[in-house]
């Protein structure tokens, strides 16, 4: 029955400062908004595909949360130098500082962490074409494409 994941909202201590961060430095296309009751929406992946919900809340009601966007792999290639060129620090899942990515070896997908402005956790993955390897645990993406015979 379930197909997916329609909508995700999250709470926002400053609705116009998470607009500008969601619509002008990710890109995430506009759909609705009530500045009255202090909300918008977002279109993910297309409009009428996926959607998150930003609502501007008292701080002591935005607690930090995660969650994940969906991106190709060729974009994930670039998804570190995106970022940055924004102003946006990166991350890899052990949060250590070899600016190498992880391969999630029972999904397979590769992916970095970033935050907005409010600390939510964000995280950019792209599933891999290969088959899932879950007894490899996290590995470095470039030691998956040598594994596979390609090169990041």
């Not at 029955?1 to 995700?8: F, N, Q, S």
């Not at 609705?15 to 998470?18: M, R």
């Given at each position: 029955?379930?197909?997916?994941?329609?909508?995700?909202h999250v709470n926002v201590r400053n609705?116009?400062?998470?607009n500008h961060f969601y619509e002008k430095v990710l890109g995430l296309a506009h759909a609705y908004g009530q500045p009255e009751r202090g909300n918008s929406f977002y279109w993910i992946g297309g409009?009428?595909?996926?959607?998150?919900?930003?609502?501007?809340?008292?701080p002591a009601q935005v607690q930090r949360q995660h969650f994940a966007f969906?991106?190709?792999?060729?974009?994930?290639?670039?998804?570190?130098?995106?970022?940055?060129?924004?102003?946006?620090?990166?991350?890899n899942f052990h949060d250590d500082d070899?600016?190498?990515?992880?391969?999630?070896?029972?999904?397979?997908?590769?992916?970095?962490?970033?935050?907005?402005?409010?600390?939510?956790?964000?995280?950019?993955?792209?599933?891999?074409?290969?088959?899932?390897?879950?007894?490899?645990?996290?590995i470095p993406w470039s030691e998956w494409e040598r594994m596979h015979g390609r090169g990041v």
């Open positions: 029955m379930i197909k997916g994941i329609y909508e995700t609705l116009e400062n998470s409009e009428r595909h996926a959607m998150l919900g930003l609502w501007e809340k008292e969906h991106i190709s792999l060729e974009d994930m290639k670039h998804a570190v130098e995106y970022l940055e060129n924004k102003g946006i620090a990166t991350r070899t600016g190498e990515l992880y391969v999630f070896g029972w999904m397979p997908a590769v992916s970095v962490y970033f935050t907005d402005p409010d600390g939510h956790s964000l995280e950019f993955i792209a599933v891999l074409p290969d088959e899932a390897k879950p007894e490899l645990g996290l």
